[in-house]
């Protein structure tokens, strides 16, 4: 049903997202606010991540996101 770039690439999202939310988790309970975080936080966050900044993290996520969807999407038969 999937392609091996399609299937890598879900993989590479499912990574990257479940990164964020294992490092978040040992930050805060509740929502992760950059702006909350001390710099320690933050290094952590981006490390765990391998980004080095937010912008660049969000950038990734949102490709990430994106192609995810389309790839789904496609599977389903709603694209």
């Known amino acids: 049903v999937l392609s091996a770039a399609d299937a890598a690439a879900l993989d590479a999202a499912g990574a990257l997202f479940w ?3 294992a490092s978040a988790r040992l930050l805060t309970g509740g929502l992760l ?8 936080g933050r290094r952590l966050i981006l490390r765990e991540t391998g980004h080095d900044s937010f912008e660049a993290l969000q950038a990734a ?17 709603v694209a």
């Open 33 to 40: 606010t950059p702006d909350d975080l001390g710099e320690g």
């Open 19 to 21: 990164r964020l939310q």
């Open 61 to 77: 996520m949102a490709e990430a996101s994106d192609t995810a969807a389309t790839i789904v999407a496609r599977v389903l038969g």
